[in-house]
Protein backbone atom coordinates (compact mmCIF):
# COMPACT_ATOMS: atom_id res chain seq x y z
CA UNK A 1 0.00 0.00 0.00
CA UNK A 2 2.77 2.23 0.96
CA UNK A 3 4.63 1.74 -2.46
CA UNK A 4 1.36 3.05 -4.09
CA UNK A 5 1.74 6.28 -2.63
CA UNK A 6 4.95 6.81 -3.90
CA UNK A 7 5.74 8.33 -7.20
CA UNK A 8 4.64 5.85 -10.09
CA UNK A 9 8.36 5.62 -11.77
CA UNK A 10 8.17 5.08 -15.57
CA UNK A 11 9.33 2.02 -16.71
CA UNK A 12 13.07 2.48 -18.41
CA UNK A 13 15.32 0.28 -20.46
CA UNK A 14 18.55 -0.16 -17.69
CA UNK A 15 21.73 -0.13 -19.79
CA UNK A 16 24.73 -1.92 -18.61
CA UNK A 17 27.08 1.13 -19.94
CA UNK A 18 25.61 3.17 -17.73
CA UNK A 19 25.89 0.37 -14.45
CA UNK A 20 28.63 0.39 -11.87
CA UNK A 21 29.35 -2.97 -10.78
CA UNK A 22 31.45 -1.99 -7.50
CA UNK A 23 28.58 0.72 -6.49
CA UNK A 24 27.61 -1.87 -4.27
CA UNK A 25 30.65 -2.12 -2.63
CA UNK A 26 31.55 1.07 -2.44
CA UNK A 27 28.38 1.82 -0.50
CA UNK A 28 28.74 -1.16 1.87
CA UNK A 29 32.26 0.02 2.81
CA UNK A 30 30.99 3.19 3.52
CA UNK A 31 28.58 1.85 5.67
CA UNK A 32 25.43 0.38 4.11
CA UNK A 33 25.89 -2.93 5.90
CA UNK A 34 23.98 -6.11 4.07
CA UNK A 35 22.75 -3.89 1.24
CA UNK A 36 23.97 -6.85 -1.21
CA UNK A 37 21.76 -9.34 0.32
CA UNK A 38 18.49 -7.55 -0.03
CA UNK A 39 15.87 -9.60 -1.88
CA UNK A 40 13.20 -6.87 -2.07
CA UNK A 41 10.79 -7.97 0.15
CA UNK A 42 9.56 -4.27 0.11
CA UNK A 43 9.18 -4.14 3.88
CA UNK A 44 11.38 -1.10 4.25
CA UNK A 45 9.02 0.75 1.47
CA UNK A 46 6.05 -0.54 3.43
CA UNK A 47 7.19 1.04 6.63
CA UNK A 48 8.55 4.40 5.65
CA UNK A 49 7.19 7.34 6.57
CA UNK A 50 8.46 9.67 4.47
CA UNK A 51 7.62 7.23 1.06
CA UNK A 52 4.84 9.44 -0.49
CA UNK A 53 6.98 12.18 -1.39
CA UNK A 54 9.98 10.48 -2.33
CA UNK A 55 11.03 9.99 -6.05
CA UNK A 56 12.01 5.91 -5.74
CA UNK A 57 10.71 4.04 -2.86
CA UNK A 58 13.39 2.63 0.04
CA UNK A 59 13.21 -1.20 -1.89
CA UNK A 60 13.52 0.66 -5.30
CA UNK A 61 16.80 2.63 -3.85
CA UNK A 62 18.34 -0.86 -2.89
CA UNK A 63 17.60 -2.60 -6.10
CA UNK A 64 19.01 0.43 -7.71
CA UNK A 65 22.42 0.52 -5.66
CA UNK A 66 22.87 -3.51 -6.59
CA UNK A 67 22.48 -3.20 -10.11
CA UNK A 68 25.13 -0.10 -10.15
CA UNK A 69 22.93 2.56 -11.12
CA UNK A 70 25.31 4.97 -9.54
CA UNK A 71 24.46 8.12 -10.80
CA UNK A 72 20.67 7.86 -10.76
CA UNK A 73 20.90 6.61 -6.98
CA UNK A 74 22.78 10.04 -5.81
CA UNK A 75 20.99 12.68 -7.69
CA UNK A 76 17.72 10.75 -6.04
CA UNK A 77 16.10 13.11 -3.69
CA UNK A 78 15.17 10.05 -1.80
CA UNK A 79 18.68 9.71 -0.06
CA UNK A 80 17.73 13.37 1.35
CA UNK A 81 14.22 12.40 2.55
CA UNK A 82 15.02 9.94 4.88
CA UNK A 83 13.65 10.58 8.47
CA UNK A 84 16.28 8.54 9.96
CA UNK A 85 13.80 7.08 12.19
CA UNK A 86 15.19 3.15 11.78
CA UNK A 87 11.85 1.38 11.13
CA UNK A 88 12.84 -0.26 7.95
CA UNK A 89 16.18 -1.29 9.80
CA UNK A 90 14.69 -2.38 12.55
CA UNK A 91 12.22 -4.02 10.43
CA UNK A 92 14.01 -6.20 7.78
CA UNK A 93 14.29 -9.92 7.38
CA UNK A 94 17.51 -9.57 5.91
CA UNK A 95 19.60 -7.55 8.47
CA UNK A 96 19.98 -4.64 5.76
CA UNK A 97 21.27 -1.10 7.65
CA UNK A 98 18.64 0.90 5.23
CA UNK A 99 18.92 4.06 7.17
CA UNK A 100 22.75 3.84 7.47
CA UNK A 101 22.94 2.96 3.91
CA UNK A 102 20.49 6.43 3.28
CA UNK A 103 23.42 8.20 5.49
CA UNK A 104 26.24 6.76 3.29
CA UNK A 105 24.42 7.68 0.41
CA UNK A 106 23.81 11.53 1.37
CA UNK A 107 27.88 11.18 2.15
CA UNK A 108 29.12 9.84 -1.42
CA UNK A 109 26.61 12.23 -2.94
CA UNK A 110 27.91 15.15 -1.59
CA UNK A 111 32.19 13.68 -1.47
CA UNK A 112 31.47 13.88 -5.38
CA UNK A 113 30.02 16.64 -5.67
CA UNK A 114 26.44 15.47 -7.44
CA UNK A 115 24.40 17.82 -8.43
CA UNK A 116 20.97 17.08 -6.96
CA UNK A 117 17.74 18.42 -8.08
CA UNK A 118 16.65 19.47 -4.63
CA UNK A 119 19.44 21.51 -2.73
CA UNK A 120 17.81 21.72 0.32
CA UNK A 121 18.63 18.41 1.35
CA UNK A 122 22.53 18.71 1.19
CA UNK A 123 22.12 22.59 2.32
CA UNK A 124 20.49 21.17 5.79
CA UNK A 125 23.38 18.08 5.84
CA UNK A 126 26.33 20.11 5.44
CA UNK A 127 24.99 22.82 7.98
CA UNK A 128 23.99 20.49 11.02
CA UNK A 129 27.97 18.71 9.86
CA UNK A 130 29.40 22.35 10.09
CA UNK A 131 27.69 23.16 13.61
CA UNK A 132 28.19 19.82 15.09
CA UNK A 133 31.92 20.29 14.10
CA UNK A 134 32.02 23.80 15.89
CA UNK A 135 30.13 23.32 19.28
CA UNK A 136 30.13 19.28 19.64
CA UNK A 137 26.49 19.88 20.00
CA UNK A 138 23.31 21.46 17.82
CA UNK A 139 23.14 25.54 17.84
CA UNK A 140 19.33 25.77 16.17
CA UNK A 141 19.49 29.06 15.55
CA UNK A 142 22.83 28.85 13.71
CA UNK A 143 21.13 26.05 12.14
CA UNK A 144 18.28 28.39 10.32
CA UNK A 145 20.61 30.55 9.54
CA UNK A 146 23.43 28.88 7.84
CA UNK A 147 20.66 26.59 6.09
CA UNK A 148 19.25 29.60 4.75
CA UNK A 149 22.53 31.08 3.38
CA UNK A 150 23.35 27.44 2.09
CA UNK A 151 19.72 26.84 0.31
CA UNK A 152 18.27 30.02 -0.60
CA UNK A 153 21.22 31.00 -2.93
CA UNK A 154 21.13 35.08 -2.32
CA UNK A 155 21.41 37.22 0.97
CA UNK A 156 17.99 38.51 -0.35
CA UNK A 157 16.51 34.85 -0.35
CA UNK A 158 17.71 33.93 2.82
CA UNK A 159 16.33 36.87 5.01
CA UNK A 160 13.42 36.06 3.70
CA UNK A 161 13.60 32.61 5.00
CA UNK A 162 14.86 33.85 8.14
CA UNK A 163 11.88 36.15 8.61
CA UNK A 164 9.65 33.20 7.86
CA UNK A 165 10.97 31.10 10.51
CA UNK A 166 11.88 33.52 13.20
CA UNK A 167 8.25 33.86 14.87
CA UNK A 168 8.66 30.10 15.11
CA UNK A 169 11.65 30.23 16.82
CA UNK A 170 11.10 32.68 19.29
CA UNK A 171 8.19 30.50 20.60
CA UNK A 172 10.69 27.89 20.99
CA UNK A 173 13.20 30.15 23.02
CA UNK A 174 10.03 31.35 25.10
CA UNK A 175 9.27 28.40 26.02
CA UNK A 176 12.85 27.04 26.95
CA UNK A 177 12.89 24.28 23.73
CA UNK A 178 15.35 25.93 21.89
CA UNK A 179 18.88 27.55 23.32
CA UNK A 180 19.33 31.45 22.80
CA UNK A 181 23.19 30.73 23.19
CA UNK A 182 25.34 27.99 22.00
CA UNK A 183 26.66 25.99 24.53
CA UNK A 184 30.18 24.53 23.57
CA UNK A 185 31.46 20.99 24.97
CA UNK A 186 34.65 21.03 26.26
CA UNK A 187 36.79 19.07 24.19
CA UNK A 188 35.23 20.35 20.79
CA UNK A 189 38.82 20.43 19.44
CA UNK A 190 39.34 16.92 20.08
CA UNK A 191 36.30 16.10 18.14
CA UNK A 192 37.79 18.29 15.26
CA UNK A 193 40.69 16.30 15.56
CA UNK A 194 38.69 12.99 15.15
CA UNK A 195 36.67 14.28 12.04
CA UNK A 196 40.16 15.42 10.19
CA UNK A 197 41.34 12.04 10.79
CA UNK A 198 38.32 10.09 9.62
CA UNK A 199 38.36 12.28 6.24
CA UNK A 200 42.51 11.37 5.74
CA UNK A 201 41.46 7.73 6.25
CA UNK A 202 38.94 8.06 3.63
CA UNK A 203 41.21 10.10 1.39
CA UNK A 204 43.81 7.01 2.03
CA UNK A 205 41.41 4.36 1.21
CA UNK A 206 40.64 6.03 -2.23
Known sequence: MAEVMAQVVPQQTIKLKDCDPNF?????KAGGKNAHICFQCGTCTAGCPTVYAMDYT??????????GMKDKVLQSGTIWLCA????????????????????????????EGVDVKNIKGPAFYNSFID?????????EPMLFLKFAMKSEGSLTGAAKAM??????GMKLV?????????????QSKQLKTIYENIKKMEGESE
Open 24 to 28: VKEVI
Open 58 to 67: PRQILRMVNL
Open 84 to 111: SCYTCQSRCPRGVEITSLMGALKSLAIK
Open 131 to 139: IAMSNGRMF
Open 163 to 168: MKDAPF
Open 174 to 186: MKGKMAFVPHKIK
